[in-house]
Nanobody
């Protein structure tokens, strides 16, 4: 599946943004999809993931309680609602997917087979 991320932008500390990741094709609903981010000078890190039907969601400790992931398989779209944003959330955010009903590898970049282009999120202090 081809993935396309959108929704990034500039926001003040404490503000909110919603990222979207749209998938092409008719198999999006069979994919585990997730978000990773890469801040300047740092390695890409896991942010959040959601299993194929949305029953299970996963978050890194750094975003738990502030970010919320969801998906709409009718629209072939995944969302990341980001609240209480902090300057340290500034990064390029990437969506990724793997066609599977088993989401056990969700934290590993190498586990995902399909990647979208990034969308830049900048949080000013």
């Amino acid at each position: 599946v081809q993935l396309q991320a959108s929704g990034g932008g500039l926001v003040q500390s404490g503000g909110s943004l919603r990222l979207s990741c749209s998938g092409s094709g008719r198999t999006f609903s069979r994919y585990v999809v997730g978000w990773f981010r890469q801040a300047p000078g740092k390695e890409r890190e896991f942010v959040s993931a959601i299993n194929w039907n949305g029953d299970f969601t996963y978050y890194s400790d750094s975003v738990k309680g502030r970010f919320s992931i969801s998906r709409d398989n009718i629209k072939n779209t995944m969302y990341l609602q980001m609240n209480s944003l902090k300057p340290e959330d500034t990064a390029v955010y990437y969506c990724a997917g793997r066609r599977t009903y088993d989401s056990s590898g969700y934290e590993r970049q190498s586990w995902y087979t399909d990647w979208g282009q990034g969308t830049l999120v900048t949080v000013s202090s």
